[in-house]
């Protein structure tokens, strides 16, 4: 009976392994979404079902939009249709199954999440294997002190080594580390051959030997120019290279030399290029050599160093379960329990994945490939090569096409763009059709108009600040314009200019910007040093941010030292007049340096970012970061500086996915070995895919009005034409500005910790009291179970995100509140045996409802509601709705609690 259920299912699904190609806009999200449904329909259970995408948010709104999709699923044709291209049934059969798939969906676990939450659900399983504490939480660690303490390990051979890598190699200990976390987060072996010092010098004296012999030809030949013979004048073994005959593939090329070039000129040339090809050849292994003597010891640092603190980086997880896979754990029974579980997989964005990603998720993509007739089961990936610009984390693009090949897919791809405006549509593709290597494929669209003009100016801030004005009298909607730049840098110029210039305009910003790189605060911090040291580099450093006007005048500070951080910093920006939101949140986190000393010598270590205290308004972001996202008018701005050079060491060359050869550049290498050459140009080739891929998510962000603004020198947009299309699209704000802005206060502070009152705290704003409540929910959320380690994890968790947008009490506040629910004996044993899901998502009624936890066991369901402000009749209504929603979707008994959390303890109170 199974098996004949097992046909039927596969009868019903069309294709088993898919690839879709979809471009910007044209509803990958929506495809992916059917095809999940259609997985349903045909009979799958959704806790076999593994949808894997990149970001929390994209995880999040996948979820939340099939639970939509599912519950309109009786009274949308046009989805419904989407669905058959799916699977063969007829409309009236999905429509009369909506029901149980929905019901389904709703009480059971969907594994729908980011592929770094799958990994570390996966390796947290294993840790023990690695001698980690499965309890481990992820954190960014201290690189600078992992470096010193690293060579605190070294025995005296290893130190050796080191300096001599360094010296052999021209390369400061901090670009070794680097190395190092580029190998890692690779998780690559470093393929080399055994080359002893001995080897390395006998090559380096055989290339001396060769280019001597040049260069004495040239001195015997009579008719040698002076221009030639200064040619091959050389002084020490590096100048052999500094002239540009090296470069040539045969001694006549060089124009000094035609006159004297000969057969014997020739045979020396040849033998100078395969003397330096050797050399630069062995050179390569010997660094490799002695990088990986480092390497091993430089492992075995991290790892014990993981073990010891529990704490991983953010590319660690993935490391480590690849780790699991090639060595310590075979790899059947490392997907055992998975393999019982997961029968279908949906990768979403598959261009952004890594080789070492995929070689994680290979097994689990092979195993459901395999031909397994009694099983029903399917693999379906999307993406778009033309948006990825991961690269520099590790994604790889031409995976997309290696997966079609070796799985032989059924290939598709969406042809309509239900996002963006003709004109805007027509002009993107009119960019890049021409460039061979783009892959380019123009949709369609029904969304007819579209404006689009190009800029030309030297001066692009005071353009884009001009340009704001024009919408702002003609009346359109601010709220929906993002201003996209390629730096941090760039947007806090654009984000100030702004403030200064349109004070009535809502700002907010996507930055993850360092506070101490805001140009405010290093202004303050330099003058702050130049007052301690005395150095005339940190003056120039102020005046550069500042303005050469801003006087330096320290008589006011003579007697600096004696006081306090946060007074000094006050007096500074009240002085210069530098008081902004950012500034207000400096003063707050200076609180905590005892002194200015404590302050100089620390200072650059803050861990603190840039505030942003709208969240609506005209948004700022990173080219990076707006992936994903659309907005009605989208400004694309040039780069202010020009693009830094590359300055890795490492050049990775693969061959068909796999590994082939590492690298370490090295700029003569390229005239004598061809093969590293190759590997250079490729490199080369994949960079500039790269800087066309971001700029063509840049232009795919905008719906209506695409504004850019383009140097007219030394552009990033070089590829783009002057242009202006149709007609400027003007959106109207759904509520009509008032033309005000809250004055920016800064109120009396207690100087030093010890002096700041609790009782005197000013009462706080109502989006203070929001931003409270977001941050104790989040809380909440992140606790993997109620107990004290678990809410000391998530409060590190609480401080990353909301410390820019609640204060230190605050943050002590949530933690108090937080430990008297773990303490909450009722609570506890209430919530004993069940099955515990946060934040879970139902819909019902055609809404989306998000309880905050439910327990659930065989027989009934326990509802709980947090609440962090005052009781309110509404909530008990609240909660009985959930209760309602939860009998009907599940049949089971229903019972729901308020739980008012508040620092001076618990109210449980049964709905």
């Given at each position: 009976m199974q098996k004949q259920n097992t046909v039927t299912h596969q009868n019903c699904l069309k294709h088993k392994i898919v690839s879709v190609k979809a471009s910007a806009g044209t509803g990958k999200t929506y495809n992916l979404s059917a095809r999940y449904i259609a997985l349903l329909l045909c009979g799958a259970k959704v806790d076999n079902i593994l949808c894997l995408t990149f970001t929390n948010k994209s995880a999040n709104d996948m979820r939340q939009k099939i639970a939509g999709y599912i519950a309109n699923l009786a009274h949308d044709d046009d989805f419904v249709s989407t669905i058959q291209?799916?699977?063969?049934?007829?409309?009236?059969?999905?429509?009369?199954?909506?029901?149980?798939?929905?019901?389904?969906?709703?009480?059971?676990?969907?594994s729908i999440m980011t592929i770094d939450k799958f990994f570390g659900n996966v390796f947290r399983q294993f840790a023990g294997y690695l001698n980690i504490d499965d309890s481990y939480h992820i954190a960014n660690a201290d690189k600078e002190k992992l470096g010193f303490e690293f060579l605190q390990t070294l025995h005296k051979a290893q130190l050796d080594s080191l300096v001599q890598l360094c010296l052999k190699t021209n390369?400061?200990?901090?670009?070794?580390?680097?190395?190092?976390?580029?190998?890692?987060d690779n998780s690559q072996k470093l393929n080399f051959a055994n080359i002893s010092l001995a080897d390395f010098d006998i090559a380096k004296d055989d290339v001396i030997a060769k280019a001597t012999a040049i260069k004495q030809f040239v001195a015997d030949s009579p008719t040698a120019s002076a221009l030639a013979k200064k040619a091959v004048e050389f002084d020490s073994f590096d100048a052999i290279f500094s002239s540009t005959w090296i470069q040539k593939n045969s001694f006549k090329e060089f124009s000094y030399f035609k006159k004297i070039a000969n057969e014997t000129a020739e045979v020396l040339f040849a033998e100078f290029k395969t003397a330096s090809k050797i050399y630069f050849q062995l050179k390569n292994h010997y660094t490799i050599g002695k990088l990986n003597d480092i390497y091993i010891a430089w492992q075995k640092f991290t790892e014990q160093n993981i073990a010891k603190s529990h704490s991983l980086g953010f590319g660690d997880v993935t490391n480590m379960t690849?780790?699991?896979?090639?060595?310590?754990?075979?790899?059947?029974?490392?997907?055992?329990r998975l393999d019982s579980r997961y029968d279908h997989i949906l990768l979403d964005e598959f261009q952004d994945t890594s080789i070492v990603q995929y070689s994680v998720l290979k097994p689990l993509i092979d195993e459901i490939m395999s031909q397994d007739n009694e099983r029903f089961r399917s693999f379906y990936f999307v993406g778009d090569t033309k948006q990825s610009i991961y690269r520099f984390r590790g994604g790889e693009a031409g995976l997309f096409g290696h997966l079609d090949t070796i799985y032989n897919s059924t290939a598709k791809s969406l042809a309509k763009n239900y996002r963006t405006a003709t004109n805007i549509i027509n002009f993107v593709y009119s960019v890049f059709e021409n460039i061979g290597t783009f892959d380019i494929s123009k949709p369609t669209s029904d969304i007819d108009g579209g404006f689009v003009k190009v800029v030309q100016t030297s001066d692009i801030t005071t353009n884009i600040i001009k340009k704001l004005k024009a919408m702002a009298r003609i009346g359109a909607d601010m709220d929906d314009i993002a201003i996209l730049a390629y730096t941090n840098a760039d947007i806090l110029k654009i984000y100030d200019a702004i403030k200064e210039q349109l004070p009535q305009l809502k700002v907010s910003t996507d930055t993850t910007s360092m506070l101490v790189n805001h140009p405010k605060v290093k202004a303050v911090i330099n003058l702050v040093k130049y007052l301690y040291y005395g150095d005339k580099i940190y003056k120039e450093n102020f005046h550069s941010i500042i303005g050469e006007k801003a006087a330096v005048d320290v008589s006011w500070q003579t007697n600096f030292r004696t006081l306090s951080v946060v007074e000094l910093v006050h007096n500074i920006a009240t002085y210069y007049k530098l008081f902004d939101e950012n500034m207000i949140k400096f003063l707050h986190d200076v609180q905590m340096y005892e002194n200015i000393t404590d302050f100089v010598f620390n200072i650059d270590q803050l861990n603190s970012h840039i505030t942003n205290q709208s969240r609506a308004g005209i948004v700022l972001l990173t080219m990076f970061k707006a992936k994903g996202l659309e907005f009605e008018t989208v400004f694309v701005v040039d780069r202010f500086k020009k693009q830094p050079n590359d300055t890795s060491s490492l050049l990775l060359q693969y061959e068909q996915m796999k590994l082939r050869r590492i690298y370490i550049k090295d700029k003569p290498m390229e005239y004598f070995d061809d093969d590293y050459k190759m590997a250079l140009e490729y490199e080369k080739a994949q960079k500039q895919t790269d800087r066309l891929n971001v700029l063509y998510v840049a232009l795919t962000r905008a719906k209506k009005n695409l504004i850019m603004f383009k140097k007219p020198a030394g552009s990033s947009f070089d590829i783009v034409p002057p242009a202006k299309i149709g007609k400027l699209y003007k959106a109207i704000s759904p509520q009509p500005k008032q033309g005000h802005r809250d004055k920016l206060s800064f109120e009396s502070i207690n100087y030093g910790r010890q002096a700041v009152s609790k009782k005197s705290r000013p009462s706080?704003?109502?989006?203070?009291?929001?931003?409270?409540?977001?941050?104790?929910?989040?809380?909440?959320?992140?606790?993997?179970?109620?107990?004290?380690?678990?809410?000391?994890?998530?409060?590190?968790?609480?401080?990353?995100?909301?410390?820019?947008?609640?204060?230190e009490q605050a943050l002590e506040n949530i933690y108090k509140i937080c430990h008297n629910l773990i303490s909450h004996k009722p609570f506890i044993d209430k919530i004993k045996g069940y099955k515990l899901s946060k934040e879970q998502v139902i819909a019902y009624d055609q809404e989306i409802k998000v309880i905050d936890l439910v327990a659930t066991s065989d027989d009934d369901i326990v509802i709980f509601d947090y609440k962090t402000g005052n009781q309110n009749p509404k909530d008990s209504s609240q909660v009985s709705n959930y209760k309602q929603a939860m009998t009907d979707i599940t049949g089971k008994t229903v019972s729901g609690f308020l739980l008012y959390l508040s620092i001076d303890g618990v109210d449980m109170i049964e709905v």
């Open positions: 291209t799916h699977i063969d049934m007829p409309a009236e059969k999905i429509k009369a199954r909506q029901p149980q798939i929905y019901s389904d969906f709703l009480h059971s676990f969907s390369k400061s200990y901090a670009s070794v580390l680097e190395l190092f976390e580029k190998i890692q690849h780790k699991l896979l090639h060595g310590h754990i075979d790899r059947e029974f490392l997907y055992f706080v704003s109502s989006m203070e009291l929001i931003n409270f409540g977001l941050a104790t929910h989040y809380c909440l959320e992140m606790m993997s179970c109620f107990d004290t380690y678990s809410l000391q994890t998530a409060m590190k968790l609480v401080r990353a995100n909301y410390s820019h947008t609640i204060d």
